[in-house]
């Protein structure tokens, strides 16, 4: 820093305004030198050589008034050299000062940077050269790129916070909040968005972007849209077949992007005063236009009335009522229009919608229902040649039939009354024969599932089915006599977990529990 310091100076030196005069007559002032009838003013001296030259010898000896006149011009250039020099120094001194600070900043940025490195790696499992490479890193960077800046909080946020622009500007502006209960809230954000609402709602939007926070002017027209008059003419149906209110208010912060895009869009002029600028207060219209380009529709938010603010109103009410009247057979009737057919519109639409999706069930559901038909015809035509197979087992499963001998009496004749047609059959057992061969034997030769046979005999005491214990008992165990009747009853199918089974893997495992229960035996 030192070197730096001597090096100005040295060029300080090297840059001292020297004055070359040539004899020739001139006189000094208070102002300046008058050469040859000229004032050459002394602060307009350039630290340059400079030659002044005038009529006469060169030749001539000089007098006294010369010498003066050189000795002013010398003095005039060494306080023009002091002023540069000490100017340069004070430039200097502050640059050596700034420079210190920052430095001592960007120590200390390190040296925590160090200290949080250092910590971090206390657990790690990593060599020295690691650790000393990562703390040299964090010291660099934090020396170098510094603190990030803060991110500015913006008024939507800040309303975020309350979750009302009107609750906010009450704490800013220190004024109390008296508006209309259930009444809509204020908008903050951008000025398209607020005009697209405010077309939505068929209302005009009142504009107000403050001059600056501490203005007594914006305190009263904080004030005055705070008040329940206000809110309440804001709250007041624009016609009398209107569903909704009449204005919508919307603000920005002074100064901020969302103010400038505001006043830009709407091509308004910040009313000046003598002292100081005036708020911004105006209604808006959000127009509806066709964009010449896209071919598009969209909202562009148009002036229809701005208050000068000279004073503030201080009754806004009875200027926004008379804006309401004035403009409630045009502006209001288009915004209630366009208000009904989107309405009309979105009931089609949701109409449409159900429509649509009540005709995509049903025909889901008929898609369905064919799946189903079609499943269980294939499985009723599955079932079906699964039972036509067995039947043809059965049949060759079946013992002959003994001979007709009236004096033994191991043979049994089964005598069949069907009761759902009134068919009738008979066939001789011997006394040792299974009921279960009874059920196999109507299967096979009357096409009647076995499942679904009940034997009842013909005074109606006993009654025996294919899911019961009696058929694995013989003719004799169940009391048959040698010449039993027995009615045929036909139930419906049970539809349980085992109707789909292959039959004859139900004769199968049946066989299988039957040859267990002997073995236990």
């Avoid at 624009?238 to 969302?258: H, M, N, V």
Wanted: glycine share 4%; charged share 35%; with cysteine.
């Amino acid at each position: 820093m030192t070197s730096l310091f001597f090096i100005v100076f040295i060029f300080c030196l090297n840059t001292q305004p020297t004055i070359s005069i040539k004899r020739h007559p001139t006189r000094t002032t208070k102002s300046g030198l008058i050469i040859n009838n000229n004032i050459i003013q002394k602060s307009s001296i350039n630290p340059t050589i400079h030659t002044i030259t005038r009529g006469g010898s060169d030749s001539d000896d000089g007098s006294e008034d010369d010498d003066e006149n050189e000795i002013s011009v010398e003095e005039s250039s060494a306080s023009t050299s002091s002023s540069i020099i000490e100017t340069v120094v004070i430039k200097v001194f502050e640059l050596v000062k700034k420079g210190t600070i920052i430095t001592a900043k960007a120590i200390e940025r390190s040296l925590k940077a160090a200290t949080i490195e250092i910590q971090k790696e206390e657990d790690d499992d990593l060599s020295i050269v690691t650790k000393v490479t990562n703390i040299l890193l964090s010291m660099w960077n934090a020396a170098i790129h510094g603190p990030d800046d803060k991110k500015k909080t913006t008024l939507s946020e800040k309303v975020e916070v309350v979750g009302d622009l009107g609750k906010y500007l009450s704490s800013e502006y220190n004024v109390p909040d008296n508006r209309i209960e259930n009444c809509t809230d204020m908008l903050s954000g951008t000025i398209g968005d607020a005009s697209i609402q405010a077309r939505t709602m068929a209302r005009l939007l009142v504009v107000f972007i403050p001059s600056n926070k501490d203005d007594d002017a914006d305190c009263g027209i904080v004030r005055s849209l705070l008040s329940s008059d206000v809110s309440r003419i804001g709250e007041k149906k624009s016609r009398k077949k209107a569903t909704t209110g009449s204005f919508l208010f919307w603000s920005a912060e002074y100064g901020s992007s969302d103010a400038k895009e505001a006043m830009k869009r709407l091509k308004a002029k910040q009313p000046a005063g003598k002292k100081q600028r005036r708020p911004v207060l105006l209604v808006a219209y959000p127009a509806r236009i066709i964009n010449t380009n896209t071919g598009i529709p969209q909202i562009v938010p148009r002036v229809v009335a701005q208050h000068h603010c000279s004073p503030p109103p201080l009754d806004m009410s009875k200027w926004l009522n008379a804006l309401r009247k004035r403009h409630g057979s045009k502006e209001y009737a288009s915004m209630l229009h366009d208000v009904r057919e989107t309405h009309l519109l979105q009931e089609r639409m949701m109409g449409y919608k159900e429509s649509v999706r009540n005709d995509e069930e049903r025909k889901e559901k008929v898609q369905q229902e064919e799946r189903e038909r079609i499943a269980l015809e294939q499985q009723q035509k599955e079932h079906e040649k699964r039972i036509q197979e067995r039947r043809l087992e059965l049949k060759e499963s079946l013992p002959e039939e003994p001979a007709k001998k009236p004096s033994d009496k191991n043979i049994m004749t089964i005598a069949l009354r069907f009761v759902a047609d009134g068919r009738v059959g008979q066939r001789r057992f011997e006394s040792d024969t299974e009921l279960e061969v009874v059920f196999n034997w109507i299967d096979a030769m009357y096409d009647i599932e076995r499942e679904t046979v009940t034997l009842q005999t013909m005074n109606g005491q006993k009654t025996f089915e294919w899911d019961s214990t009696d058929r694995n008992k013989t003719l004799k165990d169940v009391e048959f006599k040698r010449m039993t009747g027995l009615r045929v009853m036909i139930q419906e199918k049970k539809k349980d977990e085992n109707a789909d089974k292959d039959p004859d893997k139900d004769d199968d495992d049946t066989k299988d529990d039957d040859k267990d229960s002997d073995d236990e035996e």
